[in-house]
């Protein structure tokens, strides 16, 4: 099995910065994609970012210029550094990751979601 462990969420004046984390852990072979998800009370999981094996990145418009996804290959970690936040910004944030594991014939990708963490933006 596969487990994603999230941290840094909380509570942060707008303006201010907040870097969340995710860890994977388990019988991994391999992550290709990492991401992050945001969810709104009232509106759908929407992608926040996302970053590949080869570190090429995808940012949703609203995010653009304001938040940074890196990933440590090393750790299987996926980080999500972000800098003026808005009341916008307030949402639980899941953490998404492709994870390829080995099986007796052939691997398998398995898409892997985190519990969530909650990030509060106060204006």
């Known amino acids: 099995q596969v487990q994603l462990v999230e941290s840094g969420g909380g509570l942060v004046q707008a303006g201010g910065s907040l870097r969340l984390s995710c860890a994977a852990s388990?019988?991994?072979?391999?992550?290709?994609?990492m991401g992050w998800y945001r969810q709104a009370p009232g509106k759908e999981r929407e992608l926040v970012a996302s970053?590949?094996?080869?570190?090429?990145?995808n940012y949703a418009d609203s995010v653009k210029g304001r938040f940074s996804i890196s990933r440590d290959n090393a750790k299987n970690t996926v980080y999500l550094q972000m800098n003026s936040l808005e009341s916008e910004d307030t949402a639980v944030y899941y953490c998404?990751?492709?994870?390829?594991?080995?099986?007796?014939?052939?691997?398998?990708?398995?898409?892997?979601w985190g519990q969530g963490t909650l990030v509060t933006v106060s204006s």
């Open positions: 388990g019988m991994i072979f391999a992550i290709n994609s």
């Open positions: 998404n990751t492709a994870v390829v594991l080995r099986g007796p014939f052939r691997d398998l990708e398995v898409e892997v």
């Open positions: 970053i590949t094996r080869t570190d090429m990145t």
